[in-house]
């Protein structure tokens, strides 16, 4: 399964994302997350007492996407249908409430516990989201895309409804 990971994710321009090997600094990503913000055009934070402003092209690279990836995802899936990609993947006709189980492919299924694990956390990993099928339905058809934009939109939701941080204190 590693070897197959590793093809999907070189054929889609993601071999420098999906390997981190470093450890993560708590205080430096509550910072980050604090003065982060979203334009349609653009990505702005500051880290250091630096304001740091880049496209989201620029963002996705510095994230570690190939720089040939599009991200706007919906773009580069054109043709994308839910139900005909969910009657493929599981045989399933109604792709109302679908779930991981139903997934056909073992490499396909686990490639969704990874996407809901890291991309785009939660708590409920069982049900397939109509973002995360359009993630794995560019897998499949190897289309180099960069998921960065509904990752930021996900770390400002999520960070926001966080009440134990106090972004305050670190501005």
Known sequence: MITEFQVIFH?????????????????????????LTRTATHVTFRLFGEQYTY?????????????????????????FDRVDFWKEISDKDSSTQPRTSEIHNPTLCFLHRWLTMTLIPRNDLRTVRVDEMKIMYAMLNKT???????????WLGTFQR??????????
């Open 11 to 35: 054929a889609i321009g993601w071999e420098n994302f999906w390997r981190v090997n470093e450890d993560g600094c708590r205080q430096l990503t509550i910072s980050f997350l604090c003065k």
């Open 55 to 79: 496209t989201w092209k620029q963002f996705s690279v510095l994230l570690g996407f190939d720089k040939n990836c599009n991200h706007n995802l919906d773009r580069a899936i054109e043709g």
């Open 144 to 154: 180099r895309i960069s998921p960065v934009i509904g990752m930021i939109d996900y």
């Open 162 to 171: 966080d009440e134990y941080v106090e972004c305050t204190s670190l501005i």
